[in-house]
C-alpha cells in the first residue's frame, strides 16, 4: 500500500471509533461523540470511506463501490463527485457537509515562553486553583467548564499569569493521537496556537509514533498555524452529517 494512503488511514482511526468492519461507532474523543453518517477522505494515492454502524450492509458495499471508482480527491474546492449520490442512498440530503485539512504533525522544537503542562507539579497545581476558584470566565465563556474539559496530555500557554491558549488531546489512539488547540479571545494574533502546539508534541505522555493537526476548509486562522509549523497535508476529509 502506498505509504501515503496507509497514513491517511491511520488519521481516519485516529479520528473516529471504528469497530472491526471499520463502521463509524462515534467520534474518538473522551466524550465519545457522535460520529458523521459518513466519512471520505481522499489524497493523491487514492480515497476511503467510512459509514456509520447503522448504515445497512447492502448499501454501505453501493457507497465503497462508488467512492472506490471515484479519481482521487485531492481539491478541496471540488467535493467528489459521488457525494450527491452517497447522500441519496444514505436517504436524503446531508444536513450539512463539512470539509477539512489534515496534517501530520511531527515532534517541534522546544519553543521559548511560559507553559504548564499537566501532569507536572506546576499542572496539579494549575487545576487545585482552578477547582478551588472556579474556572475563569474567559474559558467558560469558550465551553472548557471544568478541569475535566483539559484533556490530557494537555500544555497552556500563560500570558501575565492568565490561560491564553490550550494544546489538548483530541483525539488519543495506541498508536496515533491528535492534537486540539485553542486560543482565547484577547490573545489572538501572537503566534500562542502554533506555539502551544509545537509544546504539545514535546509532552512525554504521548509515546505515540504518529501525531496529527486537523482543522476545517472554513477555518483560516487555524490553516495560518499549520503554515507557520510548516505541516505537511495528509490529505482531505469530508463528513456527510
Known sequence: MDPRLSILKLDV?????????????????PDGSPGPRAFVAGCIAGNVVHLRAD????????????????PPWID???????????????????????????????RQALPTGRFVCGNTA????????????????????AGF???????????????????????FSARLAPTSAAVGVYTFPGFRGRGLAAAVT????TLPGLG????????????????????RLGLERVGLGLRII
Open 122 to 141: 506546576q499542572g496539579d497545581a494549575l487545576l487545585a486553583s482552578l477547582c478551588r476558584d472556579a474556572m475563569p470566565a474567559h474559558l467558560l465563556a
Open 208 to 227: 505515540t509514533p504518529r501525531l496529527f493537526y486537523g482543522t476545517s476548509k472554513a477555518n483560516l486562522s487555524s490553516q495560518r498555524v499549520a503554515a
Open 76 to 106: 478541496p474546492q471540488a467535493r467528489p463527485g459521488c457525494i450527491d449520490q452517497i447522500a441519496r442512498l444514505l436517504d436524503g440530503p446531508p444536513a450539512r457537509l463539512e470539509v477539512g485539512f489534515n496534517y501530520v504533525l511531527p
Open 198 to 201: 509545537a509544546r504539545w508534541t
Open 13 to 29: 482511526a485516529t479520528t473516529f471509533r471504528l469497530d472491526d468492519a471499520g463502521r463509524i461507532l462515534c467520534e474518538n474523543d
Open 55 to 70: 448504515v445497512g450492509r447492502g448499501t454501505a458495499a453501493e457507497i465503497a463501490a462508488l467512492v472506490a471508482a471515484e
Open 145 to 167: 467548564v471544568s478541569v475535566g474539559d483539559f484533556w490530557p496530555p494537555w500544555c497552556v500557554a500563560m500570558q501575565d499569569g492568565v490561560i491564553a491558549a490550550i494544546a
